[in-house]
């Protein structure tokens, strides 16, 4: 390789320059928060002015924020349950399925991430209220699936696409009948992508603002839309501790996904 | 297309062997039902109530109109906030793009832990809730206890606190670090996995490296970029919770007024109206930003 010129140092440099500033802006904010959900005083501020943990022990006696984790739990287990069940043999259809129209069957299933949180949230409000349902976290729980559908059927797609369906073929040959090859065949194999898929969805869901704060129940709000009022109006270091939690639980997230499928993944 | 396959009556014969050969179109029925469900049907609830007269959340019967959708066109504050929805999501995505792409090349040139460590860097603000992200901003570009004006008044920077909060400029910042893994990710696929048969071609013909770099490596990866811009537009255009969070009370962009008239003024209809604006608007530039991107991969891949 030839020695780098003048022109090719500064490009480097500034190469370098920026992708480190890219980075630090990445992790920053997340550091920051960390950090000042251990400030031992009332207010903000930074680098915290000391280390407690009263911040956290003040989240277990917020009977508001406990309920609204409770239903945000619930909320998320319900729609990765619900995608799981309709995204993986939708994938298969995408996936294996020879059938005039796939292309559209394709585009049809992910079309959900073409739309903004915001107009599903919208919708399903409208949609609801025109059949007379107030506004309830089973709406939310619909609008969701609907919204995180997508990261199901890519995730599963990808893996399905990377198996040998000779090995279905050879269990059909072996006399196994189509459910028991589905079960014993390809179900182990696609184990680690489900769990990716699970994981991912239950933390979209848990973190989804966009559209909870249109279709969720007034009472017994999700954690998103409670702490989306907190921050509007306040700026205790309670929601700090709370967005630690949230940062930990991703991060717990992020090693099922990097342990299963590969974190390089997720880009596809 | 898929009638044939759902409808058992036309043919059976066929329907029952692709059953059995697992290739069929019917594993998909239940999220098809779903999707049109609660998706088609609400977002034709939407559109309809732009139209119509909406009482409690009833059509009044046979009340089909126009008029909220032309008095939102001839509204000049609809304008003026499609203007600013528009301004600042292209400033925020060429932001991102320009500090993506490093990012990504990086990876590409890294091994090792400091590749594994720039992909956590990466994905784990994507897995972490843009509302805590937004929470972060407020705190580092806030008022005078802010982090960054706090510590530019201790350097003895500035005396007065900067006015970044509530402008502009924080809406442009936070969104540009909130989009920016959706950016990093597909150039971080195509940058990873190129074929670098081509620069070293180009080395060889004697090319330096910032050449090398412009005419070989970017070309390359010009339908990932145009991919990366398309998603982070649309995604900047229809976001309301930065703008919210960081331009304060008084800031409102076309999503923000969205999310005002149907959750606090509750006027559903001039809602419904908004929305499709914002959605059928932000789908506009989608589809020039997808446009060109294949006009210009087309120009490029003809001189390579």
Redesign the interface.
Known sequence: ??A??W??RL??AL??L??G???L??????L??IA?SFEPRA????PPSGFSLKWYQSLLQNRQLTDSIWVSLTISVYVAL?GL???V??A???V??????KA??NA??L??Q???G???G??????G??F?FRASNAMLV??L??FC?PFV?RITMARLAGLDPRL?EASANLGAG?LETFARVTLPQLGPALLAAGA?TF?EA?????VA??TSDVRGRPL?VE??YL??ND?TPA??AI?AI??GL??L??LV?ARTVG??R??? | ??A??ISPGRRPGRLVR???????????L???L??IV??V???L??LA?GFVTIDR???VGDSFTLQPLWAALNDTLVWRLTWRSFYVAVISTVMTL???Y??A??YSQTKGIWRTL???????????????????????L?GR?G?VN?TLIQLGVIDEPLRILNTDYAVIIGM??IH??FM???L??VL?ERDRRLEEAS?NL?A???ET?FKVVVPMSVPAIFAGLALVF??SY????VP??LGGGNYATL?VQ??EQ??VVLD?TR??VL?AI??SS??AFVFLIVWVGSRINRWSEARA
């Open positions: 390789m030839k780098m010129t022109s090719d490009w480097t190469f370098v920026l992708a500033f890219a980075l802006l990445l992790v920053a904010p997340s920051v928060v000042i207010y903000i501020s930074f619900i069940v309709l995204g043999p939708a298969f259809a995408a294996r399925g020879t059938f005039p129209g559209s069957l049809f299933l079309s959900p073409m739309m903004p915001m107009v599903i919208i919708a399903s409000l409208f949609f209220a025109y007379a619909a609008a699936s609907v559908l059927i279905d189509k991912f933390i848990f973190d989804n603002v966009t704060l249109f998103p702490l989306y921050v509007q700026s929601i700090a967005s949230e940062i991703s991060f997230v992020m996904v974190l390089e997720l880009g596809r | 297309m898929t044939a396959a692709r059953m059995l050969h697992g290739g069929g179109f019917w594993p998909a239940p999220a098809v779903f999707l609660f998706l049907l609400p977002m609830t939407l109530f959340g009833r059509i320009l500090l993506a490093p990012v090349y990086l720039m992909l956590v860097a990466v994905i784990s603000p994507l897995l972490t809730s843009a509302l805590v992200r937004a929470y972060a901003w407020l705190v580092i806030g206890r982090i706090h540009t670090q920016l893994p990093i990710l597909p971080l696929a990873a080395f004697g330096s490296r910032a770099f649309a995604i229809t976001n309301f919770i919210q969070l999503a969205v999310y149907t959750v559903w809602g419904a929305a914002l959605l932000s789908f």
